[in-house]
């Protein structure tokens, strides 16, 4: 079955032709079923190459000769091994479920064809993320996430508003994937082939002897394309944005599948990233400080997606956090757990928009508990996991990735800490103010409450089953000798911690995790239990302003690159280019009204020119030729 | 006689010549005028003829002489024709070339 791997790929980007190509005549629900089909295909691959993992296959399935040129050879090769097999289950098997999600939730949408051809695409540009075998194939898989991003941020392209945004997520997607490129062509240049098992078999035989600062530079630059797309301080500003997509999307993308995209590359070069302790350094302080900064403004804000969007950024400065310290396994445990729960909040918060009708605004809710009970109890499961309490699966992970930090950097370990207490908090607050208490909303929605159908909750419901179980593939040391994914992904990726936990701290750091987590999303529930919502002020002010962070892009960035294309349009394009070209019409326009003067009919004028041209061709001939 | 003032005076005429061409109106004038500077060519060959014992630039100065002769001719012919329309030889009337 690994020799079909290409299957993978290949359903969902069949399900984009069709969709794509017949948009026009496809009836909705077909579009829908042809979209969720090709998604449920793929899982089924996944399924059977995963089972083939876990005993031990891991081969590389080359589909044709890409690149080949001189010494450069790059193939379109599939790397099949257990780092891939995992992210192609959660690819393919959360993406199915958003799939089923979408028909009813899109159902009443015009484009509705046109958003699964879309959906397809970015399911098979991130499969080609996750399954290529070298960082060419990578970045193919790279981009087209980027692109569908952007159609899908911006699928309601008639609201001006959801098109800028769009624009700023491509852009900075950009940015990063400038960095991307560089690194991949150090790489090129350095080491000669962008083959992942060729490149790290040079690295650990060091047959190629590079000095420590290029694989820091390598491992910087590749970085930068991942703060870009993993959305880190300071290309983080597009995600919150993004949510002027629909809900769904933001689910799939930004939450359980592109985003990841950049811990998926870090984790993958891990052997590369073993060898730039700096740049590690620099990962894991950017980690912590995207973490926090993201928490502070998710404490303050009242749109249900904005809250989630910069909970998503914070866990993924967590992430990277765990990456920094040199833990990739746990990293990509947190990803699993991450995506699970995420996609439950993100598809919750989904079904509540929808049986508010289109309201998105937290301080218009409450109550809502009494009217969707599954809903109500998911999000709650969702919540429970996010804040990181013991038996749920973001509290495995999340404790993992904290005892990283503080075997290596107990500083990192404080503020991780903070972050946490106040990812609960904002996790229960969110909870709070949509389920429970008064209603706040107006009559008219009170009316259009209910459960949403079982197109919606289904996969709710399967999700939360997820988050609950998800985390026991990742059991603590001291409470099993055998950490089910750690020997999963051994190899090809193990943490590179330098130190390990004693047992008893690691049962100190258990317990204050826990009690963290408790005790701040207990808070977050009592302080919004009876909420007032007067203006903010001061520091609650710029938190709710996002700490002013656009409008210093804007100012320092963007009006400056704004003003010099201006200076080229007026100088170089109007002046300049124009210039030479209109110039040379009205050159010749003068010149022929000044030479027409020369035929006037006269016959003495005629005899004056002969003269001169006589004259002159003598001169010419006496002077100039030798 | 130093050749300079050979060439000197057949400059001059040859000025001269040029001098009526381009300025007078008449057009018989201008025919005297290009006939002038002819001459002028003329006096110069001979005396390098002289100059440098060589006597081709007097066989030269024979062929000028007759295609002189035989542009006349033609001009003068041309000039009648022209009479005969509009009754002047004036130049500045004759620039049916425009047209």
Not at chain 2, 3 to 20: E, N, R
Request: proline share 3%; net charge positive.
């Amino acid at each position: 079955m690994t020799n079909l791997v290409y299957l993978v790929p290949l359903f969902p980007l069949i399900g984009f032709l069709i969709n794509g190509l017949g948009w026009r005549v496809l009836p909705r629900t077909i579009g829908g079923v042809i979209g969720s089909t090709s998604i449920l295909a793929s899982f089924a691959v996944s399924l059977a190459i995963f089972f083939e993992t876990i005993q031990g296959v891991n081969t590389t399935v080359v589909l044709f000769d890409f690149i080949q040129s001189g010494n450069l050879y790059i193939p379109l090769a599939f790397r099949v091994d257990s780092l891939s097999a995992l992210f192609l289950l959660i690819i393919t098997g959360i993406g199915f479920l958003i799939h089923v999600y979408s028909t009813s939730y899109m159902h009443d949408d015009e484009g509705m064809v046109r958003y699964f051809a879309y959906l397809n695409l970015f399911v098979f540009s991130m499969l080609l993320l996750v399954l290529g075998d070298n960082y060419l194939v990578m970045f193919i898989g790279w981009e087209g996430v980027g692109l569908c991003s952007y159609l899908l941020i911006g699928f309601w392209f008639k609201n001006k508003a959801y098109t800028q945004a769009a624009k700023k997520a491509f852009v900075m997607n950009r940015i990063g994937d400038l960095g991307f490129l560089t690194g991949m062509l150090l790489i090129l240049y350095h080491f000669g082939t962008l083959t992942y098992t060729d490149f790290f078999a040079q690295i650990e035989s060091g047959t190629h002897p590079v000095s420590n600062s290029i694989y820091n530079w390598i491992a910087l630059c590749l970085f930068i394309g991942a703060m870009g797309k993993s959305a880190q301080i300071p290309l983080y500003t597009w995600l919150p944005d993004a949510m002027a997509g629909p809900t769904p999307v933001s689910a799939l993308i930004h939450a359980a599948t592109m985003v990841t995209a950049g811990i998926y590359m870090i984790a993958r070069s891990s052997i590369l990233y073993n060898m730039a302790p700096d740049t590690l350094q620099f990962i894991g302080w950017i980690g912590c400080a995207t973490a926090l900064l993201a928490a502070t403004i998710a404490l303050k804000q009242y749109d249900i997606k904005k809250v989630l969007a910069y909970s998503t950024v914070s866990q993924l400065g967590f992430m990277f956090m765990a990456l920094g310290m040199g833990a990739y396994t746990t990293a990509v445990f947190h990803v699993m757990t991450h995506a699970f729960f995420k996609a439950l909040l993100f598809l919750g918060s989904g079904s509540v928009i929808h049986a508010m009708g289109g309201e998105q605004d937290i301080r218009k809710m409450g109550g809502l508990g009494k009217h969707m009970p599954i809903t109500r109890t998911t999000f709650l499961i969702g919540c429970i996991a996010i804040a990181g309490i013991p038996g749920f699966s973001g509290f495995f992970s999340k404790d993992e990735i904290l005892a990283a930090t503080f075997v290596q950097n107990p500083a990192i370990y404080v503020l991780g800490l903070i972050a946490a207490m106040m990812t609960a908090f904002y996790m229960f607050r969110l909870y709070t103010l949509t389920f429970t208490g008064a209603f706040r909303g107006t009559e008219e929605q009170r009316k259009h409450l209910h459960e949403s159908p079982a197109a919606i909750t289904i996969p709710l419901i399967v999700l939360a089953v997820l988050s609950i179980v998800g985390g026991y593939v990742g059991l603590p040391p001291v409470l099993s000798e055998h950490h089910v994914l750690t020997s999963y992904l051994e190899q090809v990726v193990t943490n590179n911690l330098h130190h390990h936990l004693a047992h008893n701290t690691e049962w100190i750091l258990l317990g204050v995790s826990s009690l963290v987590a408790i005790v701040f999303s207990i808070a977050g529930y009592r302080a919004n239990k009876n909420p007032d919502f007067r203006p903010n002020t001061g520091l609650a002010k710029v938190l709710e302003n996002k700490w002013y962070v656009d409008e210093l892009y804007d100012k320092v960035i963007v009006q400056p690159v704004l003003g010099g294309s201006k200076l080229m349009e007026t100088y170089v394009e109007k002046r300049g280019i124009d210039g030479i070209v209109n110039g040379v019409g009205k050159l010749v326009r003068r010149g022929s009204e000044k030479i027409r003067f020369l035929q006037n009919g006269q016959v003495g004028f005629y005899l004056f020119a002969m003269v001169i041209g006589i004259i002159l061709l003598f001169s010419i001939s006496f002077f100039w030729i030798k | 006689m130093p050749i300079q003032y050979y060439i000197f005076l057949s400059i001059t005429l040859f000025c001269i010549g040029i001098m009526g061409t381009l300025m007078r109106r008449n057009a018989i004038i201008i025919f005297m005028c290009i006939e002038m500077m002819l001459n002028a060519v003329n006096l110069l060959l001979v005396a390098f003829s002289k100059l440098f014992e060589d006597a081709s630039s007097q066989i030269f100065v024979f062929f000028i002489m007759v295609v002189a002769a035989a542009e006349v001719a033609v001009g003068l012919a041309i000039i009648v024709m022209m009479y005969r329309k509009v009754h002047s030889v004036d130049i500045n009337i004759l620039n049916r070339l425009k047209h």
